[in-house]
């Protein structure tokens, strides 16, 4: 019976120790492959490996059921050591359906575990995916250690007797998958069972299927010995501390509630649902006892709108979009730089032009966030380059906006933004304050107040909020006049404050730690990247060095003003390679500014780099 | 805590007002600025936003604090200041080609969210800063610089579009008649929640008269309609009246009608129908035109609403503790040296 976890010991099949493995679910979109996988994770997680994540899913919230844009799938890497990426290839692949193993079925390792729901199997599902013959039995899959498990049939009979009817009885069935992995990779059980508890406590019935399902998937494995051999993957040595495990979409959203909490800010939220971003949206409409106010306004204009409005009140205000938002923005993100209000301007980007692809991780808003406005309109650019990394960009993006008055663009993608990592929880007293001081007091002559006039240091001009008495003015997006901020045509006035808002950014360099070279000293050859590549850049370095050879590597999360000591570094090297998820955009403004020479290795295929990739393409120039 | 005693000169800035000799404009802002005198509320607590077009140059010459932001989206931005600072008297001045053209979006979604902020949208039907193109509220076959042929575009009738929008507080005023709009105003002001006012406002250089019909001295006695909550609306010297028919306002012979049968302005009516059946007695001021409040409704405000929750979050959870947000999501802890432990 499937009513306990069967107590014997699931290492009574012989167990393989690895030092890390990668893991895909994929199913239909319906199947709950992201749950499968987010509870492996988590309880991965709490077991003590160290982990990422790499979440698919398709841009429709439900594509015809069994057919190829319909699959959804959820992959982690867990290792015992400190991994980068959620891994190139898995090494187990769960296909709930024929659609999955065909869209899934060439990424996996060669003698890798597959793990297949034989139930959906039928007819009419091997048709939709595209298959004339049955794969499970014409031979293709032999190459793989296969485990085909009944899982409809056997969630059927796990959960009959758990008050569940109808189409709801199938719906465990994810939990059958993740028991049955639960097994095979020796995670601990109760986190999965404590969460079903907690997140359906509304609905016992619903609790009670899926821990029967999880339970009967785990069973399933001890008493069948489904393998030949389990694998066990020994916890991480991470740096002492308290870990969560987290994305960047709320490690973004965290980030700006500390930040408001630093600045003694209240915190407002402008924008407009749009993928991958609406998670921060999300997450903030949820802490509204931290002073939180959010607006989901009519369109992406007003979502900045109104937060350049609660600039100008007073708040530390953001706005927060996808590349197609952006576009949308971006007079008014002129209006912000023009008026010299501090504005935070997320851009979780995805892949485009237009609506591209949504759901999909890509680099290819460089370029927009430096040049997309009219006018001339440079504007610090800072990117989050892991999903924890966020939280902290999220602070330096709200220093930089309060302390420079300046819009300030904060950069994410999708990779970073529904990607997860084990996060070591920050001591929150030791977050740097953020200064801010509101003007109060007439700093002109006879008690006037003018709101132009700027601070010595940062070229900062006065943010005096409406209710303060006596510094009554009016901003607006006609050129002013230095210092008076009157309304000015002058021409040599106009020249003066175009290179007075443009020296302001770029004294910013001053202001932000110097670039870190990570690797050998001695390397001839520099990788250098930005965002999301992170990870892949680091682990590819590794997998340079353990074939022998020399690297270095260096990530910019400061794109604009870039940090003081780039172009020194730069001409310390012989080569240089970025890789990015873009055509080349990083590597023409290098070109651009540094006039030297880089090589670019870039994708625009949807997803990130595999390690792989960039690792071969290292050795092919250190040759 | 006393109150300022202000004169309209303290709500003048020391800025060149640069709209043409004899706009309504000039009128508009003199109105505006005895009007905030009069209130003897703090200076610094006013805020002006407007877009772009000749109108929206106001809050430079209002002394008070003002943007002057980009077209259209004066209500978005609007929308931001009174949401967050409630303790602010938060003014919106548009014109008919930014608040129905570009902006028509934020404006009927500001009305409707009912965010506190009053609207005045100066309608003079025509682009005046572009230099002389139709606008949404001019009327068919209008004949300018880019309708050489007549205009085909079908106007607005900004009042019917407000009331549609929900709005809870929708005036008309125009511009000549100061008295007028500062009773409109200080209405609008007492009101809690988003006002619209439209106000007819005279561009002599590209659209001269084209509020003859109620500004003139013949013609307004005839055409004018003043709208009093309480009271059977009748115009023309009492010699003509507002009945109700068929779900329509029709005009007769005050004469005519039992004067039992003459409706009496009621501008808060929680249902918008009549109000709106009245806005419909003219598009564009071509006749019998209605001035005043058509509705006056009380309801929640978006501001203070948002408001609202946040404190209910506060008074349930606490104030928002950092440490523990971080640590929500479940956490484990890596001894020192190493090893682990879930918890």
Not at chain 1, 2 to 10: G, M, N, R, S
Not at chain 1, 245 to 272: D, Q, V
Not at chain 2, 300 to 322: C, F, S
Request: proline share 6%; hydrophobic share 40%.
């Amino acid at each position: 019976m499937a009513d306990e976890i069967a107590t014997a010991d699931p290492s009574s099949t012989p167990t393989e120790v690895l030092d890390k493995v990668v893991v895909r679910f994929a199913g239909d979109s319906g199947d709950g492959m992201q749950v499968a996988g987010s509870r492996f994770t988590d309880a991965s997680a709490l077991f003590g490996n160290d982990l990422a994540t790499l979440p698919s899913f398709p841009a429709e919230i439900r594509a015809p059921a069994g057919t190829l844009p319909g699959v959804s799938s959820f992959q982690v890497q867990i290792a015992d050591f400190d991994i980068l990426t959620a891994g190139d290839a898995p090494d187990c692949l769960v296909a709930m359906n024929p659609a999955a193993l065909m869209k899934n079925l060439e990424d996996l390792r060669q003698g890798g575990t597959l793990v297949i729901n034989s139930d959906a199997f039928d007819e009419r599902n091997l048709t939709k995916a595209g298959y004339v013959e049955n794969p499970l039995e014409d031979g293709s899959l032999d190459g793989y250690r296969t485990i085909k498990v009944p899982m409809d049939t056997l969630t059927k009979e796990a959960v009959k007797d758990t008050g569940v009817s109808g189409r709801s009885v199938l719906r465990s069935k994810n939990f059958f998958a993740l028991g049955l992995l639960a097994w095979l990779f020796h995670r601990p059980t109760q986190p999965t069972i404590e969460w079903a508890e907690k997140k359906f406590a509304k609905s016992p019935e619903v609790v009670a299927a899926n821990v029967a399902a999880f339970k009967a998937g785990y069973n399933f494995g001890i008493t069948t010995e489904a393998t030949k051999i389990t694998f066990e993957i020994k916890p991480a040595v991470l740096r002492p501390g308290t870990y969560t495990n987290i994305n960047g979409n709320t490690a973004l959203a965290w980030g700006l509630i500390a930040a408001s909490k630093l600045s003694g800010l209240p915190l407002f939220y402008g924008t407009y649902p749009i993928t991958p971003a609406s998670d921060i949206l999300h997450e903030l409409s949820r802490h509204k006892n931290f002073g939180v106010r959010t607006f989901q306004a009519e369109d992406e204009i007003a979502g900045v709108g109104t937060a350049i409005g609660a600039a100008f009140a007073g708040n530390l205000a953001v706005t927060g979009s996808s590349g197609p938002g952006i576009a949308l923005k971006s007079e008014a993100i002129s209006l912000a730089f023009m008026t010299e209000l501090p504005l935070i301007v997320i851009n979780v980007q995805r892949g485009g032009p237009s609506t591209g692809l949504p759901t999909k991780p890509e680099q290819s808003d460089l370029l927009f966030s430096l040049y997309g406005r009219h006018g001339e309109s440079p504007l610090p650019v800072i990117a989050a380059s892991t999903p924890s990394d966020a939280f902290e960009m999220a602070i330096e993006a709200a220093r930089i906006a309060l302390t420079y008055m300046t819009p300030v663009i904060l950069l994410s993608d999708n990779y970073v933004a529904n990607g997860s990592e084990p996060w070591l929880l920050p001591d929150v007293n030791s977050l740097k304050p953020i200064e801010v001081s509101f003007a109060e007091h007439p700093n002109g002559p006879d008690g006037s107040f003018l709101p132009y006039m700027r601070n010595v240091d940062t070229f900062a001009r006065p943010w005096a909020i409406p209710g303060t008495p006596g510094l009554e003015h009016r901003i607006g997006g006609l050129e002013k006049e230095a210092i008076s901020g009157n309304v000015s045509y002058e021409p040599n006035n106009h020249q003066l404050m175009t290179d007075t808002r443009a020296w302001k950014v770029a004294n910013i360099a001053n202001d932000i730690p110097q670039l870190e070279v990570n690797g050998d000293e001695d390397a001839k050859i520099l990788v250098l990247g930005w965002g999301s590549t992170f990870g892949t850049i680091r682990a590819a370095a590794r997998r340079v060095r353990i074939a022998g050879e020399k690297v270095a590597t260096a990530h910019l999360r400061y794109l604009n003003p870039m940090p003081n000591n780039l172009g020194e570094i730069l001409r310390s090297y012989d080569k240089i390679l970025i890789p990015e998820l873009n055509t080349g955009q990083l590597l023409k403004v290098i070109r651009a500014e540094f006039l030297i020479d880089v090589t670019g290795i870039n994708k625009v295929a949807g997803e990130p780099f595999k390690v792989s990739e960039v690792t071969e393409k290292i050795l092919e120039m250190i040759k | 805590m006393t109150t300022p005693a202000y004169t309209r000169s303290d709500f003048q800035t020391d800025q060149e007002v640069r709209w043409c000799p004899g706009c309504g404009d000039y009128t508009i802002l003199a109105s505006m600025q005895q009007f905030l005198a009069g209130l003897g509320r703090p200076r610094e607590e006013f805020v002006f936003i407007s877009g772009i077009g000749c109108s929206s140059r106001f809050p430079y010459y209002v002394n008070t604090y003002g943007m002057h932001s980009i077209h259209g989206r004066a209500p978005a931005i609007a929308s931001g200041v009174a949401t967050t600072r409630p303790d602010l008297s938060v003014w919106v001045i548009t014109g008919d080609g930014d608040a129905l053209s570009i902006g028509g979006n934020h404006l009927i979604h500001t009305l409707r969210r009912n965010v506190n902020l009053k609207i005045l949208l100066f309608n003079n039907q025509i682009y005046g800063l572009t230099k002389g193109q139709y606008s949404p509220t001019s009327e068919v076959g209008k004949a300018t610089k880019s309708s050489p042929f007549g205009s085909i575009d079908y106007p607005f009738n900004p009042v019917s579009l407000a009331l549609g929008a929900e709005a809870s507080f929708v005036a008309r005023t125009v511009d000549m008649d100061r008295s007028h709009t500062q009773s409109i105003l200080q209405a609008a002001y007492e009101h809690e929640g988003s006002a619209l006012i439209e106000i007819y406002q005279n561009c002599n250089v590209f659209n001269d008269k084209a509020f003859i019909q109620i500004t003139g001295k013949e013609e307004r006695v005839h055409n004018r309609i003043d709208l009093e909550h309480g009271k059977p609306i009748v115009f023309d010297g009492g010699a003509k009246a507002i009945v109700m028919r068929n779900g329509e306002a029709k005009i007769v012979d005050s004469n005519s009608v039992d004067p039992s049968a003459i409706l009496v302005h009621d501008e808060t009516r929680p249902d918008p129908s009549i109000a709106f059946a009245l806005s419909r007695l003219s598009h564009g001021p071509y006749g019998p035109t209605p001035l005043g409040i058509f509705r006056n409704v009380k309801r929640p405000t978006y501001d203070a609403e948002v408001n609202v929750q946040v404190a209910a979050a506060r008074e349930k959870l606490g104030e928002g503790d950092l440490a523990k947000l971080i640590a929500s999501r479940g956490t484990w802890t890596v001894a020192e040296p190493s090893g682990n432990g879930a918890s």
